[in-house]
């Protein structure tokens, strides 16, 4: 039993099973597609919203160093997805990276693990995205019917159409082809990075040095009967973390991990890049060092433009500026947040196609949802199936309790890739690795501390529905996965590999 449960799948069989016919993508995106598609997945509602709420309650002006704590956490992550990618150059990111070296069932619990994180990440960030439309059209004097529009306090059952409408047009797009998709985004980013330029330049004017004062608020402990930031630590350590001060930055700092979500996504377009070994570092790091510069930038002059204790919680860049008396600025970033989080969605969903897809090739799911399109070369199937469901849940379901389970999602991979490194280095290092993880085992080390430290920072409830979904991934697993694997036929004789064997029990 345990000898089938962690057999592997050679990384050359890996790449040999992406050359059949019925299941080839089309190789068509280069170093710059993969850095858009990382700008435009990493820049969304975090730094929109974010900065405001954890200025406010963990980090004041020090929430710039928060970012650059979270960026040092996803830093170290994005280093061994760096390696993985350029030495595996298959769908699936994490899920494939598991395969070749943790075994099929740790494989499995992954992808489970990230169907869950991008369907539940695209949900949420349509049903933003649909607020900021009617907050728009407000302002324009047009209002949505109640039951076409957001549910969150209605007081009627409505389906919100925007969100749902957005989730299926995007998912034609995808369907359509790579390079379509490429291209939108790269319009899309180019808009959302003009808006961060602007309010960042803009900003910079309007600074008080004031503000800055103090730049690391004194510690306090938490008031009696506050809600805490980390009841797992609590329950863990017997202690709370402070609101402020030195321990305030890092709670900041899993706060607006939210924000980086995405890099990883770049990985699952790996089969679909012309030069994968060369191109799929470049474009996971450079994404993140992009990303991570704009988000210091920008919380520095949001906290010098208006003291931390005043900013706003929904909306701390546009409510900035009208405290300064600047409101034209206020609608040109709820207009850039809107066009942004397109891409946003886009990119959270083709990530999910990806992990479906490849799981689906490797038998672990219906092989029927494993065939492309014979003209687009995309996964149609599992493209149009996710966007409907996906679309479903977005239109009729509140999932703002949901959205940590994003977070968790991404930690958890986070921590399954770094240790993959270390056991592929040893059971593989013939392997040909065009770029290759500084310091192993050091960096993958401290990239699972990093990760299990921001995972023990979210709220007990998320880790108890995170449970329960690895629940029901297990028993799918068991009663599917498992007997209908690729691996298990070639094993059994029912199936022969496509060429160069199979895999190792």
């Given at each position: 039993?345990?000898?089938?449960?962690?057999r592997?799948?050679?990384?050359e069989?890996?790449?040999?099973?992406?050359?059949?016919?019925?299941?080839a993508?089309?190789?068509?995106?280069?170093?710059?597609?993969?850095?858009?598609?990382?700008?435009?997945?990493?820049?969304?509602?975090?730094?929109?919203?974010?900065?405001?709420?954890?200025?406010?309650?963990?980090?004041?002006?020090?929430?710039?160093?928060?970012?650059?704590?979270?960026?040092?956490?996803?830093?170290?992550a994005?280093?061994?997805?760096?390696?993985?990618?350029?030495?595996?150059?298959?769908?699936?990111?994490?899920?494939?990276f598991?395969?070749?070296s943790?075994?099929?069932?740790?494989?499995?619990?992954?992808?489970?693990d990230?169907?869950?994180?991008?369907?539940?990440?695209?949900?949420?960030?349509?049903?933003?995205?649909s607020?900021?439309?009617?907050?728009?059209m407000?302002?324009?004097?047009?209002?949505?019917?109640?039951?076409?529009?957001?549910?969150?306090?209605?007081?009627?059952?409505g389906?919100?159409?925007?969100?749902?409408?957005?989730?299926?047009?995007?998912?034609?797009i995808l369907?359509i082809?790579?390079?379509?998709s490429?291209?939108?985004?790269?319009?899309?980013?180019?808009?959302?990075?003009?808006?961060?330029?602007?309010?960042?330049?803009a900003?910079?004017?309007?600074?008080?040095?004031?503000?800055?004062?103090?730049?690391?608020?004194?510690?306090?402990?938490?008031?009696?009967?506050?809600?805490?930031?980390?009841?797992?630590?609590?329950?863990?350590?017997?202690?709370?973390p402070?609101?402020?001060?030195?321990?305030?930055?890092?709670?900041?700092?899993?706060?607006?991990?939210?924000?980086?979500?995405?890099?990883?996504?770049?990985?699952t377009?790996?089969?679909?890049?012309?030069?994968?070994q060369r191109?799929?570092?470049?474009?996971?790091l450079?994404s993140?060092?992009?990303?991570?510069t704009?988000?210091v930038?920008?919380?520095?002059?949001?906290?010098?433009?208006?003291?931390?204790?005043?900013?706003?919680?929904?909306?701390?860049?546009?409510?900035?500026?009208?405290?300064?008396?600047?409101?034209?600025?206020?609608?040109?970033?709820?207009?850039?947040?809107?066009?942004g989080l397109?891409?946003?969605?886009?990119?959270l969903?083709?990530?999910?196609?990806?992990?479906?897809?490849?799981?689906?090739r490797?038998?672990?799911?219906?092989r029927?949802?494993?065939?492309?399109?014979?003209?687009?070369?995309?996964?149609?199937?599992?493209?149009?199936?996710l966007?409907?469901?996906?679309?479903?849940?977005?239109?009729?379901?509140?999932?703002?309790?949901?959205?940590?389970?994003?977070?968790?999602?991404t930690?958890?991979?986070?921590?399954?890739?770094?240790?993959?490194?270390i056991?592929l280095?040893?059971?593989?290092?013939?392997?040909?690795?065009?770029?290759?993880?500084?310091?192993?085992?050091?960096?993958?080390?401290?990239?699972?501390?990093?990760?299990?430290?921001?995972?023990?920072?979210?709220?007990?409830e998320?880790?108890?529905?995170?449970?329960?979904?690895?629940?029901?991934?297990?028993?799918?697993?068991?009663?599917?996965?498992?007997?209908?694997?690729?691996?298990?036929?070639?094993?059994?004789g029912?199936?022969?590999?496509?060429?160069?064997?199979?895999?190792?029990?």
């Open positions: 039993m345990s000898s089938t449960l962690f592997t799948k050679k990384v069989q890996s790449i040999l099973d992406t050359e059949e016919p019925e299941h993508l089309k190789k068509s995106l280069s170093a710059l597609d993969l850095t858009v598609f990382g700008v435009g997945v990493i820049i969304g509602t975090g730094i929109f919203v974010l900065t405001g709420t954890v200025a406010k309650n963990n980090a004041g002006p020090a929430t710039a160093l928060a970012f650059v704590a979270a960026g040092v956490a996803c830093a170290l994005a280093l061994c997805y760096a390696e993985f990618a350029s030495t595996v150059p298959v769908a699936g990111s994490a899920y494939t598991s395969y070749a943790l075994g099929e069932l740790p494989a499995w619990i992954i992808g489970w990230l169907v869950l994180e991008f369907a539940l990440g695209t949900a949420v960030v349509a049903v933003g995205w607020g900021y439309i009617q907050s728009l407000d302002n324009a004097g047009w209002s949505m019917p109640a039951a076409l529009g957001s549910r969150e306090g209605a007081d009627v059952f389906f919100d159409i925007l969100a749902a409408a957005l989730v299926l047009v995007l998912t034609g369907v082809g790579m390079k379509l490429a291209r939108i985004t790269s319009v899309v980013v180019a808009i959302k990075v003009t808006v961060v330029l602007v309010v960042i330049v900003g910079a004017f309007l600074i008080k040095g004031d503000n800055y004062d103090p730049f690391v608020p004194k510690e306090q402990p938490v008031e009696a009967g506050a809600s805490l930031d980390s009841p797992l630590i609590q329950l863990m350590f017997g202690w709370a402070s609101n402020f001060g030195v321990m305030g930055i890092f709670t900041a700092a899993s706060v607006v991990f939210f924000a980086f979500i995405g890099f990883d996504v770049v990985a377009a790996a089969e679909e890049t012309k030069n994968p191109d799929m570092p470049r474009g996971i450079g993140l060092v992009i990303c991570t704009l988000y930038l920008v919380s520095i002059v949001v906290t010098g433009m208006q003291h931390y204790s005043e900013l706003s919680v929904d909306a701390p860049l546009a409510d900035a500026f009208k405290a300064t008396g600047h409101p034209w600025y206020a609608g040109f970033i709820s207009f850039g947040a809107a066009v397109t891409t946003v969605c886009m990119i969903l083709l990530g999910q196609t990806r992990v479906f897809f490849a799981m689906s490797d038998g672990l799911l219906p029927f949802f494993s065939h492309v399109h014979p003209r687009f070369k995309t996964p149609h199937r599992p493209t149009i199936l966007g409907v469901i996906i679309a479903i849940l977005a239109g009729f379901t509140p999932l703002t309790e949901l959205a940590a389970l994003v977070n968790i999602g930690l958890f991979a986070f921590v399954v890739v770094a240790i993959g490194v056991i280095r040893k059971s593989r290092p013939d392997l040909p690795r065009s770029f290759r993880t500084p310091w192993v085992p050091v960096i993958p080390i401290l990239s699972v501390c990093a990760s299990l430290w921001l995972m023990i920072n979210l709220p007990a998320t880790w108890v529905r995170f449970g329960i979904w690895m629940a029901v991934g297990f028993l799918v697993y068991f009663l599917y996965g498992r007997t209908h694997s690729r691996l298990a036929l070639r094993e059994a029912e199936e022969q590999p496509s060429a160069g064997g199979g895999g190792t029990p």
